[in-house]
């Protein structure tokens, strides 16, 4: 039912500190990215993070996010 929810006219009106993620080898989807890239452009102040894992047979870590932390508006 909730994933049928369009919040996107609310988006503007969030007024707490949002960090908007995906994790880019879980979400190889077409569209993810972009999706994740307007909602944080719409929520003021909100930073995009996309998380980059790998996998490998000597580690299972995630590598470090990249987080773009420039202010959106």
Same mark, same amino acid.
């Given at each position: ?15 707490? #500190? ?5 994790? /880019?080898?879980?979400?190889?989807? %077409? ?8 909602? %944080? ?7 995009? %993070? ?10 299972? /870590? #995630?590598?470090? #996010?990249?987080?773009?932390?420039? #202010?959106?508006?």
């Amino acid at each position: 039912m909730w994933k049928d929810t369009d919040v996107r006219d609310i988006l503007p009106t969030i007024q707490a #500190p949002t960090l908007v993620t995906y994790i /880019s080898s879980i979400h190889d989807v %077409a569209g993810v990215a972009e999706e994740s890239r307007y909602i %944080a452009s719409r929520i003021p102040g909100a930073a995009l %993070a996309e998380i980059e894992t790998y996998r490998s047979s000597t580690s299972r /870590s #995630p590598s470090r #996010p990249s987080i773009d932390s420039s #202010p959106r508006s």
